[in-house]
C-alpha cells in the first residue's frame, strides 16, 4: 500500500515559478513510475509529467519546455518543477504513483496562476 503527500502548491502570477514535492510512504518496494496529474475546474484529471524508475518520461504537450520533473528512488520522492506558468496551469494537481500494477494518488494541492 502506498500514500502520497503534496506540497508546495499555491498562488503565483503568470510567468511565475512553483515546485511541488510528493512524499511516498508505506509498504513498498519499487514504485515503477511516479508524478503528477491535475484536475481544472470541470475537466477531466489529465497527466502532466511523470517518470519510470528508469527515467522514462510521458508528458503532456503544453508542459513540455517549462516543466522538468525529477525522482529520488531512495527517497521514494518526486518532485514537479513549473516554470513560465500560464494561467491554464491552474488546477488542483495530484501526485501520483503506479505499484504492483495499481494506481495511487495523493490528496491533491492547489495551484493556482493569476495576475
Known amino acids: 500500500q502506498v500514500q502520497l503527500v503534496e506540497s508546495g502548491g499555491g498562488l503565483v502570477q503568470p510567468g511565475g515559478s512553483l515546485r511541488l514535492s510528493c512524499t511516498a510512504s508505506?509498504?513498498?518496494?519499487?514504485?515503477?513510475?511516479m508524478g503528477w496529474y491535475r484536475q481544472a475546474p470541470g475537466k477531466q484529471r489529465e497527466l502532466v509529467l511523470t517518470?519510470?524508475?528508469?527515467?522514462?518520461?510521458n508528458y503532456l504537450n503544453s508542459v513540455k519546455d517549462r516543466f522538468t520533473i525529477s525522482r529520488d528512488n531512495a527517497k521514494n520522492t518526486v518532485d514537479l518543477q513549473m516554470n513560465s506558468l500560464k494561467p491554464e496551469d491552474t488546477a488542483v494537481y495530484y501526485c501520483?504513483?503506479?505499484?504492483?500494477?495499481?494506481?495511487?494518488w495523493g490528496q491533491g494541492t492547489q495551484v493556482t496562476v493569476s495576475s
Open positions: 501520483y504513483a503506479e505499484y504492483n500494477g495499481r494506481a495511487y
Open positions: 508505506g509498504s513498498i518496494f519499487t514504485i515503477y513510475a
Open positions: 517518470i519510470t524508475s528508469g527515467g522514462r518520461t
